[in-house]
Structures are given as C-alpha cells and as structure tokens.
C-alpha cells in the first residue's frame, strides 16, 4: 500500500514538472497579453493599425536601451519590448524591429551616428547614489525616412511618439516618391568669401557634391543640384531647397577661432543640417493658418510670445502666417488660429474671419481682455508698476454673436498654483490648476487630462438652456474649481488675496469652450462692396442674401449667412497658455496635450488625440457618499482581520480532523496485520 502510494506521487510530480517546462517553453516564445481596461489602455489603437497598413516598404525599429537600467526606467524598457511585440504581431513581415546591445562599441557607435544622445540617470550602487550615462531612445526607419524617439523615460504616451515617428516616416517617402518636379539643391557661395579665410572653404564645393549625390540617392533619385556663386550678394553662405513656389534655406554656419579666423562645420553636421532641410520641405504636414498682424503672439519670440507654440507643432502642423487685413484665406487653410491680438481687427479682416468660419473653417482662439504693459527700466527707477491694460479687438462681438462671451471677469481660484517664496509658499490665485471635474471627461481634448494650468483668464458666458442657440452647441472643456470668483479688475488679484473674499459667492468659471453647429455670420454684407460706404451691420440685425427680394441691392454669391453644420469655433480665454511660461514644447505637461488634442479635434482628427491621451491618467474613485470612507476604514480594520482568524480556525480544525483520520486508518492495518 505504501510503495503504490509512494509510486504514483512520484509520477504526478513528474508530470506536473513536465507540464510547467513545457508551459515555460510555450510562454517564452510566444506572446499574449489581455487588456481587461475599458478604455483600451494597453491595446493598439485604430490609427496604429492604420499607419501599419498604410507602410508598402519593411518597417524597421532599432531600439537603443541600455539594459539592466533602475527603475523606473526597467519598467519603460519591458513597456516598449511588449509594445513592439504586438506591433510585429500585427504589422506581420512588414514591420520588424532589433534590440541593439548599446554596451558594445559597435552600438554605441550606431546609437550616435542616428543622432541619439546619451542621458545621465541615478542609481544607488554600493549604498550610495552615483551616476550614469545610459542610452534611452529608438530610431523608426522607413526607405530612406528616419525619425527618431530620444529620451524614452516614461511609457504613457509611449504608442503615440511611436506611431507618429512611424506616420512622418512614411508620409515624407510618400512625398518624395510622389513628386512630380525634382528637388533642387542650390548651394551659395559669394565669391567674396575667399577673402575671410574660412578654413575648409575651398573643400566645400567637394564636399556638398558628395553630400548631394548621398541625399539624392536615399532620396529615390528626385533631386538635382546646382552651384552658384553669385558677386552681387556678399556674404552668402547657405543652401536651399526648392520644390516649386516652396523654399527650404539651410544657412550654413561659420565659427570664430580662438586665436582668429574663421571655420566651418563638420561635414557630419553639415550633412545631418540639409537632411533636416530637405524633410522640412517635404514633410507632409497639414497646414494650420495662424493670424498676423493685429498685434498677435509673435512665432519666433521664445520668451513673451508663441515659439514654445511653434516648437510644440513643428512635427505635427505647419503653421502659415496670413495677414487677415491683405487678402482672403488660402483654400487649402480648414484651421486658423488666432493667438493673443492686441489691435483691433479691421472690419475686413474681421469679415474674411467670418466667412472663413461660415465656409466651414475652424477657428482656434486665444484671446484676452486685459494684457500687463510693464514700465520701463528707467520709469522703473522711479517706482513705476505694472499697468493692466484693456483690449478691444473686435473679436469680442463676433464671439459673442456666435454664442461665446468673453466676459471681462477676472478668474481668481483657491485651487492654484503654489509658488515658492520668501519665507514659504504663496498661492497665484490667478493660475487655477483645473483637475477632477473641472476638465469634460465627455470631450476626447480633455478625457484623460489632469493638472491644466491657465494664467490670467477671463470668465466665457455660455448659454445655460440646451436651446438657447438654435442649431448650436456649446461644450465647456475648462472650468475653474467650485472655490473660484471674478474680479473686474486685474490689479485686485494681487498676494494679499486669502480666499474668497466675504460677500463673493464662488462658483464654477468656464474658461474654454467649443462651439459647433450652425453659427450665424455676425454681418450682413461684405464691408465697401455692394453696401457702398454704410457701416456694417451686427449680428443683432442680421439679413442675410437669401432674405433679400431680388432687385433689393442682393449680397454676392460668395456671402455666406451661416456656416451649415460644420462650423466650428474653439475659444481659449487666455493666450498665456501658448507661451513658454505654461507650454513645454516638448508636451511633458498636460498643457500642451490640451493645444495638440484641440487642433487635432479640429482638423477632423479625434483618433490622434484619443492616441496621445492614452494612459495619461489613472482611474480614479468616485465616492457616492461621505459615510463610504469611514465604512470602508473600519471594514479593513475590523472585519478583514476578524476574516482571517476566522479562515484559520476554519484551515486548523480540518487540518486536525485530517490527521486524527490518518491516524486511525493506520491503526486499523496495525490491528488487522
């Protein structure tokens, strides 16, 4: 009885090692993963397969990692294997991607001829912190494309910087192969260079051929080159790309040595310089019209204007300046942006504005009431403050026909940024940070954002009845915190704030809002046309053409009384949002998610947000009631432990029971043998 008993314990455990070996070799080469979350949180998204199926030529990822890295950089590195696998799982033979051992020469060396750089991490080895340089990127090529995607330190929004490199790749081959007229590379030379005696000089002419024939051959053969050297224009020293009325100008630059004269680049970086040229010519990025002219947020300023905006958009949009009050809105312009004027608009521009809209156009809008006029260095010696300044642009009217009202209130909110200062820490009431239900959870710009921070908003007045604009809709997408107030005038919202002062009533403040659906124009007839000399008339007395009897003096064709049902109008009541104070450009904060998800809802693309907002937040727990808490609290501490000792005492007696059993079944075989 023993030895049987003995016998076929032996062979369950050999069977049951032999099943976990073979479920061991099955697992280690093959994949398989479930996403249990609702919102889809660890499976590919619609635009990945899209973007895998759109790719005609092998699709490669080399990925640069070092391993045995500390957390939580481990962690991102298993994050993007797993995610590669399931793109290799459904891209098939058309996507591949490499693990390069970046602790070899060789792979270092590979790592920095893609242009990857190397990180510096904390680590504690031997009991103390010490650093490291580690490498954390990957590179997606694609025929002659390379993007890459440097710096992979977190993996939410991991499948977004993948798949976009994967897109640009793929979309600038798409464009080189579909060129109908060649490239041409011209390169500048004035002919009084010679004099300045840059060392390399006479080399470049060599050396921008052989760059030239490198290009044009990873280029599919669609490029020509050309070598000027004009006498007239002194001191060029530049190439360009031309690509019919387009033009790419790459200058190229000369150093001061240090015991004088004058040097070139490294004919790498020259090199690396016009590759980055020729794909900003090409690249086929969607157009977005941006307002100039009225006082605007300037493109190139990187400290008080939009070049944090520029920097945000460059890979995504192409931002084209037009000067409303010159001429109307290309066609090929669906999106305009307007950031921050400071003048008052024309009554053209104003009306170009408004037909753009009423063609369908969507129009993005940052606009304040008030701006801060800072004094002088001098005025300043003589005690001179800031001013608040009122603005008047005219675009207030025309938002407030459509449906938004920038009301002149001055948002101030106990839930604000706190600020480091003098002695401990100073709330900046004029700085909400907008989380929980502050942000529409039911719009897909705003879903999965969380710390928003706006600066210096005004209240919007939205109507408050679902029927108080027929044919339209207005969707708040910001709103202040319940513990928010206005104040009319902006040199109140000053450090001695300590909350809602006594006899303000707080409430929630809308500090964005999109409207869509039928927007009536704000004119009723183009300005200086067939209306000779009259003013134009608001929206208030609207007429449109149609409701004019023929002979009555009727508009042209190209007037447009309302926009149908594609118009769209999305108002941000700051323009601070787009400076580099609130916008890092590259979208480490939920800032600039909330511009890149707004222009891409507008440019008819909601999966591109949907993509990019992925795993940005975690769940979090909605309590039904104030008395929920406190039961869940004494719950654990009460009742689970009393489960526990109960579960043991349930395990102890059955473990008695058992063994009093075996004892008198042996005692029996005693008794009978």
């Known amino acids: 009885m023993g030895n049987s008993t003995r016998y076929r314990a032996t062979i369950h455990l050999v069977l049951i090692t032999a099943i976990l070996v073979v479920l061991n070799l099955v697992s280690s080469n093959a994949f398989f993963r479930l996403d249990l979350t609702s919102s889809g949180a660890y499976s590919l998204s619609p635009l990945t397969r899209e973007t895998l199926a759109r790719a005609e030529d092998p699709l490669r990822v080399r990925i640069f990692y070092t391993d045995r890295v500390p957390p939580p950089y481990n962690g991102v590195r298993q994050y993007l294997l797993d995610l590669l696998r399931e793109y290799e799982t459904l891209g098939g033979r058309s996507f591949s991607y490499e693990v390069v051992d970046v602790s070899s020469p060789e792979g270092r060396a590979a790592a920095r001829e893609y242009g990857l750089e190397q990180v510096e991490i904390q680590e504690v080895r031997s009991d103390e912190f010490q650093s490291r340089a580690v490498f954390l990127g990957a590179v997606v090529l694609y025929g002659s494309a390379l993007e890459k995607v440097d710096h992979i330190s977190r993996s939410d929004g991991l499948e977004y910087l993948l798949t976009s490199a994967m897109e640009r790749a793929i979309s600038r081959v798409d464009a080189l192969a579909g060129l109908t007229e060649p490239v041409k590379m011209r390169a ?125 958009l460059e890979n995504r949009y192409d931002l084209v300046p037009l000067d409303l009050s010159e001429g109307e809105i290309p066609p090929d312009i669906d999106t305009l942006v307007v950031n921050g004027p400071r003048e008052e608009f024309s009554r053209q521009a104003l009306y170009r504005l408004d037909q753009f809209v009423m063609r369908g156009g969507r129009l993005m809008v940052f606009l304040d009431r008030h701006y801060q006029q800072m004094p002088s260095q001098q005025e300043m ?53 907008l989380r929980g239900d502050s942000l529409n959870r039911d719009s897909v710009i705003t879903r999965a954002l969380e710390d928003v921070i706006v600066l210096n908003a005004q209240e919007i007045g939205v109507p408050r009845a679902d029927d108080a604009l027929a044919g339209r809709r207005v969707t708040p997408l910001l709103q202040s915190s319940p513990r928010s107030w206005t104040v009319d005038d902006p040199s109140l919202a000053g450090p001695g704030i300590q909350g809602v002062p006594p006899g303000e009533t707080p409430d929630r403040r809308v500090l964005a809002a999109l409207l869509e659906g039928e927007i009536p124009s704000f004119f009723q007839a183009p300005p200086e046309d067939l209306v000779s000399g009259e003013d134009l008339v608001s929206g208030e007395d609207l007429v449109s053409g149609e409701d004019q009897e023929p002979g009555a003096g009727a508009f042209p064709e190209r007037f447009r009384g309302s926009s149908g049902s594609g118009g769209a109008v999305l108002l941000v009541s700051s323009s601070e949002l787009t400076t580099a104070q609130l916008l890092d450009p590259q979208n480490r904060t939920p800032n600039g ?81």
Do not use: C
């Not at 001179?384 to 449906?403: F, N, R, S």
């Open 188 to 312: 500048l030379l004035s002919a009084d260079l010679e004099r300045y005696r840059i060392q390399g000089l006479e080399d470049l002419p060599r050396q921008l051929e052989d760059i030239f024939h490198r290009i044009n051959r990873d280029s599919y053969d669609r490029l020509t080159y050309e070598l000027s050297r004009p006498r007239d224009d002194q001191g060029r020293l530049e190439v360009q790309f031309i690509q019919g009325d387009r033009l790419q100008t790459v200058p190229l630059q000369v150093y001061a040595e240090l015991f004088g004269g004058y040097s070139l680049d490294d004919p790498q970086d020259i090199e690396e310089s016009l590759r980055w040229g020729l794909r900003s010519l090409v690249a086929a990025n969607p157009r977005v019209g941006y307002s100039v002219g009225f006082g605007e947020r300037d493109l190139q300023d990187h400290r008080q204007g939009a070049g944090a905006l520029t920097l945000l």
């Open 381 to 433: 010696l003589f005690g001179a403050q800031p001013q608040w300044v009122e603005i008047e642009t005219g675009l207030e009217k025309v938002l407030a026909h459509y449906g938004l009202e920038l009301t002149s209130g001055f948002v101030l909110d106990e839930e604000s940024f706190v600020a480091s200062a003098q002695g401990g820490r100073q709330k900046i009431y004029q700085a909400p940070v």
């Open 593 to 673: 998610t909330f511009v890149l998800n707004a222009l891409d809802y507008l440019k008819d693309q909601p999966g591109r947000a949907e993509l990019r907002s992925k795993g940005l937040t975690v769940p979090r727990l909605h309590i039904a009631s104030p008395v929920l808490p406190g039961m869940i609290r004494w719950f654990n501490l009460l009742v689970v432990p009393a489960l526990v000792v109960l579960l043991g005492l349930v395990v102890r007696s059955r473990r008695r029971a058992r063994s009093r059993a075996l004892e008198a079944f042996f005692s029996d075989e005693e008794v009978s043998s």
